[in-house]
């Protein structure tokens, strides 16, 4: 039989799983998305009946598509310790060049309708991509901060693609892009979607079975040592901005589509949306910490609240207030995961 002394000891000595240990395990675990989905599922909701219709999800799912392409490209920056303010730029002179060029195309061959949206896609593309070699040899070779280097990219991108389109829309598409890739269905579900899904199937697995993959997370944790260790970070800083701009090209193509014009004006709030969305999803903005699937799902919140935000008729410009507060917020519950973390270690 156990004395009182010894039960009492056992007493002190048992952990407290009460509620908030399970709340902090799950936060330390899971970092803070799964709590601000909750918050939004349950106050949407109630300010909206429409909210969680399955029309209104699948919705959201496809609106979500182009934040989640480009969150994608900037997680590849954040986790090598940079990031790209160029991304909203690279959408703009992607729709533009892409645009025109396959406007040009199709005047000039009609019948050639296939054949003019793969040239148009592919100098769009290109056009884009060739801003992330730009930022990347900024980087990379000369050692320039990637805030001034995206910085300056953004203006430069731009300028040019205002400059290109006087700011008048490009039309003269053929109709079938935007049939296809802006509102085409296969089997029920947008086209964007399968897109999306392949790219971030394949990005999962570049970034989980490849030695390149792993060399972003070495070169975010720790450039230095990873220099040390026979890493070619040049290289990999270089491989980093290309990457971010060709998916944040193909995201412009697959807008455009959806517009069914080319915008110089695009855009412009993809930097704030695609960085908070990194961040929400628990990339860290020291390096060498992030999922892909997590990026997934913190592109889909942003969208998410945006939905419901207008829903609830909530104006456009305290939607950026809330965005914005968003990002703030998840920095915070970053910095205090990351101290639970060490107090666990010790």
Request: charged residues 10%.
């Amino acid at each position: 039989m156990a004395s009182p002394e010894t039960g009492t000891k056992a007493d002190i000595s048992a952990p407290k799983r009460d509620l908030a240990y399970w709340m902090k395990f799950l936060f330390i675990r899971l970092g803070v998305l799964p709590f601000l989905l909750v918050i939004a599922i349950v106050i949407f909701t109630m300010m909206s009946d429409n909210f969680l219709s399955a029309r209104n999800l699948t919705n959201v799912v496809r609106q979500s598509v182009y934040l989640m392409i480009v969150s994608l490209g900037q997680m590849f920056a954040l986790l090598t310790g940079g990031f790209d303010l160029s991304v909203g730029t690279i959408l703009a002179i992607t729709s533009v060049v892409g645009a025109s060029v396959m406007a040009a195309v199709y005047a000039t061959m009609p019948d050639a309708v296939v054949l003019a949206i793969a040239i148009g896609a592919l100098a769009g593309i290109a056009a884009g991509v060739a801003v992330g070699v730009c930022n990347g040899i900024g980087v990379a070779v000369f050692g320039v901060s990637p805030f001034i280097m995206t910085l300056g990219m953004s203006s430069v991108g731009f300028g040019i693609a205002l400059f290109l389109t006087g700011g008048v829309p490009v039309y003269g598409m053929p109709v079938e892009f935007g049939e296809f890739f802006g509102f085409g269905k296969l089997f029920g579900v947008p086209v964007p979607i399968y897109i999306a899904a392949l790219l971030a199937l394949v990005t999962f697995f570049f970034v989980n079975w490849t030695r390149q993959g792993r060399y972003f997370y070495a070169v975010g944790g720790n450039e230095k040592a990873a220099r040390l260790s026979g890493i070619n970070t040049r290289m990999t800083l270089f491989i980093t901005y290309v990457l971010t701009a060709l998916l944040a090209g193909i995201a412009g193509m697959l807008l455009t589509a959806r517009l069914d014009t080319g915008e110089a004006n695009i855009g412009a709030s993809m930097p704030l949306e695609s960085i908070a969305a990194c961040v929400i999803a628990g990339v860290s903005l020291r390096g060498g910490v992030g999922r892909v699937e997590n990026v997934v799902l913190g592109a889909l919140f942003i969208v998410l609240v945006q939905n419901g935000m207008n829903l609830a008729r909530i104006e456009s410009y305290l939607q950026m207030v809330v965005l914005g507060a968003l990002l703030i917020l998840a920095v915070i519950a970053d910095q205090i995961r990351l101290r639970y973390l060490a107090g666990s270690q010790d």
